[in-house]
Nanobody, 134 residues
């Protein structure tokens, strides 16, 4: 069972930067190792629908971003440490939300885009970390 724990959230001023981390632990998921996963960041603001922010495949390949964060956010991974990151630059008040990381076993195909793997298909999810931008 894979466990995900987010950290790094906080209260920031517009224009500042913040880096979120998601530590993954556990053994296998659906017979695959923890390294063979699609991982994504999602966020949900009060009274708004959950939004996919960014995604990445642990085995390499592309990264995918929502239009609202493209050019400001960067998703990356450290497979050795089983950690997912979200670098957030030039924060805006509209980035205020609870941020969640999620993972699902994958061979890498189809690609881990925001549209091919929606929230409901990620079977491992963290508890979230709050980001507030004013």
């Amino acid at each position: 069972h894979v466990q995900l724990v987010e950290s790094g959230g906080g209260s920031m001023q517009a224009g500042e930067s913040l880096k979120l981390s998601c530590a993954a632990s556990g053994g296998t998921t659906s017979g695959l190792t923890i390294r063979e996963v699609c991982m994504g960041w999602f966020r949900q603001a009060p009274d708004k629908e959950r939004e996919a922010v960014a995604s990445i495949y642990s085995g390499g390949g592309g990264t995918y971003y929502a239009d609202s964060v493209k050019g400001r956010f960067g998703i990356s991974r450290d497979n050795a440490m089983s950690t997912l990151f979200l670098q957030m630059d030039n924060l805006k008040p509209e980035d205020t939300a609870m941020y969640y990381c999620a993972a699902v076993g994958s061979s890498g195909w189809p690609p881990c885009t925001l549209s091919t793997i929606p929230w409901d298909e990620y079977n491992f999810r963290g508890q979230g970390t709050q980001v507030t931008v004013s």
